[in-house]
């Protein structure tokens, strides 16, 4: 028998060389956040403190090897985009994918309101099985953002990407990568503003760093 399988170290040290590093990131803050469900709704911008927050961000990962900026399609993530990408030089790519959940008609609805509805509390219980009356299931949400990821990866092998989303679909994400069953997805938190990296290979995902 003349072939021979490679020596797994050689192996991984191989395929270990073209990994794509991802910055999740979550917007700043908004005047709705931890008050309502702005969801999809078109017009909620930082505030002045989640412009501050986007500020100092920015300064935080100047110096990082980010060489893609992608960002949902609504204000906030992408206002929250803007201070890296004029410090970084480089455009800001829109991403479908990356959006916030669709919360159909849960959107514009303040928690208090939310807590007394039994559908609620399903869904805060039950988030693999319960979809949101006239909105996603957040197997959905989970499907669509590790499959953009998975495609980042596969078009840009062995560069860094910056990548600013919302909170449950970050969460969604994570949980897939950590082997989190959805249902327990809210014990991961992901704040405002804050970065958690994920680097890539062949060989399976790492967390490199959580809600810096």
């Excluded at 910055?23 to 709705?32: A, C, S, T, V």
């Excluded at 469900?37 to 100092?56: D, H, T, V």
Aim: hydrophobic share 40%.
């Amino acid at each position: 028998m003349t072939d021979a399988l490679p020596a797994v170290g050689a192996a991984q040290t191989s395929s270990a060389s073209h990994m794509t590093t991802i910055y999740l990131i979550r917007h700043g803050n908004n005047d709705l956040v931890g008050k309502a469900i702005a969801g999809r709704m078109p017009g909620i911008s930082l505030n002045r403190e989640g412009k501050r927050q986007a500020e100092r961000l920015a300064v935080r990962l100047a110096k990082d090897p980010i060489e893609l900026i992608f960002s949902s399609p609504l204000e906030r993530a992408i206002e929250t985009a803007v201070p890296l990408a004029k410090r970084l030089g480089l455009d800001i790519q829109i991403s479908d994918a990356l959006n916030e959940i669709d919360f159909g008609d849960w959107t514009r609805q303040t928690f208090e309101h939310l807590e007394t509805l039994p559908r609620w509390q399903q869904w805060n219980s039950f988030r693999s099985g319960t979809r949101i009356p006239d909105g996603e299931l957040m197997l959905e949400v989970q499907l669509r953002m590790v499959s953009e990821i998975h495609r980042l990866r596969k078009e840009y092998p062995d560069q860094t990407l910056a990548v600013f989303s919302h909170g449950d679909p970050i969460r969604a994400a994570l949980a897939y990568y950590l082997g989190v069953p959805l249902d327990l997805f809210q014990r991961i938190e992901v704040d405002p503003a804050c970065v958690t990296i994920i680097a890539l290979s062949d060989f399976g995902p790492r967390i490199v760093c959580l809600n810096r």
